[in-house]
């Protein structure tokens, strides 16, 4: 379980809104919650179209997922790929995210009231929705909100792991085209399917399987959890409040980096093992050896970390491209770890983007959850980051 973060961050976050009829806002047809928080929450769909078929639902009333402010935008990005990093554990090995943005109808065989929230599935097919919406314009990359003004409804989708798309027309995309698009491809490829009409105890259990299989694959073995990101602020800022929340040792990877290298040539390979099997010592005997604790970091104005260590040498982009030498340091907090969970900050990105890395165990794009910080401030990122956390340990 998560302690309670000594100092929990704090930003502007939409108080949630509710409305009459709306049955992600009442839960009136919601049999399960998986997962919630102040902007998210995650369930079986009440009606599933095959087995590992999941919602993620706003907590806040918005119309669609791109109607929303960045830091709640992005608190169920990452959601949604901790969802589908179960769907795909627990479900076949695949798992795709579609969202029929403003699709007017959030209850089946329901009038139009308007009753519009915001809302994403996640099941284990890779099916291109796009080929039979016959869009106007489609984007792989985000549409700025200018491009989606005019048009009541939109189409999203991320085909397991293949990047997201975005797709819309002059004219509303059909009622429920989400889930006829869906049921006709899984007809196509012969695989099984619910239909609406399909007995209601057929919904009910695949319902309690699917709730009983997604907790089955929550997150416990972790120890270690490696923040990449596109500044020491940033990257510091998530550690620290992800450490707070864990009960985790924040340590800096540039910083061991730094002091196997100091004052060695990089490719004194003897040398540099030498460092190395000093600095496990010095960690065995408890030596910070690239700790950020209360004594030499803090979160000033801004929430932006602040690093006691010296400036870093010329040497230490270097450094940091042997290869060899960063699976060592990490190596020697996997053992660090065996005592005390670590939060690790690890190493640039490009663009602005910051990557979770969760422990070393399956496959690579699983282990990672990914979000663009461009818009958000430190204290922000610090709160999706943590957002990401407790989702895969909750």
Request: negative net charge; glycine residues 8%; charged residues 25%.
């Amino acid at each position: 379980m998560l302690a309670q973060p000594q100092e929990p961050v704090r930003a502007r976050i939409p108080r949630a809104e509710t409305i009459p009829h709306c049955p992600f806002c009442s839960n009136d047809e919601i049999l399960v919650v998986l997962y919630e928080s102040e902007s998210v929450r995650v369930f079986p769909d009440i009606r599933p179209i095959t087995g590992g078929h999941f919602l993620i639902a706003t907590s806040t009333h918005y119309q669609s997922m791109e109607d929303q402010e960045p830091i709640n935008y992005w608190r169920v990005r990452v959601i949604q790929q901790e969802v589908a990093r179960r769907v795909r554990a627990g479900f076949g090995g695949v798992a795709s995210s579609y969202e029929h943005g403003r699709s007017a109808i959030c209850r089946f065989h329901a009038a139009d009231r308007g009753d519009t929230h915001a809302h994403v599935h996640v099941l284990p097919t890779r099916i291109d929705v796009f080929e039979r919406s016959q869009t106007a314009e489609r984007s792989d990359s985000r549409p700025a909100p200018r491009q989606l003004q005019g048009t009541d409804r939109y189409i999203y989708q991320n085909l397991d792991h293949r990047g997201d798309s975005w797709g819309w027309r002059p004219r509303s995309v059909p009622r429920h085209f989400l889930r006829m698009a869906l049921q006709a491809g899984l007809e196509e490829q012969g695989k099984p399917f619910i239909s609406l009409g399909a007995p209601h105890t057929d919904h009910v259990a695949t319902v309690q399987h699917n709730a009983a299989t997604y907790c089955e694959h929550r997150d416990t073995s972790s120890r270690v959890i490696t923040v990449d990101g596109p500044t020491p602020e940033l990257r510091s800022a998530c550690a620290i409040e992800l450490a707070r929340a864990w009960g985790a040792e924040v340590i800096d990877e540039p910083m061991l980096l730094r002091r196997v290298g100091s004052g060695v040539d990089p490719g004194d390979e003897a040398r540099l093992r030498e460092r190395l099997r000093e600095l496990g010592r010095a960690m065995d005997q408890g030596s910070p050896s690239g700790t950020l604790d209360g004594d030499r970091s803090g979160l000033a104005r801004g929430g932006a970390a602040v690093l006691a260590e010296p400036r870093a040498e010329a040497r230490e982009p270097v450094l940091a491209e042997l290869g060899w030498l960063r699976e060592a340091v990490q190596e020697l907090v996997q053992q660090r770890a065996e005592a005390r969970p670590i939060v690790m900050t690890g190493s640039p990105t490009a663009g602005h983007e910051i990557q979770l890395w969760f422990g070393s165990q399956g496959p690579e794009l699983d282990r990672r959850v990914r979000f663009d910080a461009e818009h958000l401030e430190p204290r922000e990122a610090a709160l999706v980051a943590l957002e990401a956390l407790r989702a895969r340990t909750t």
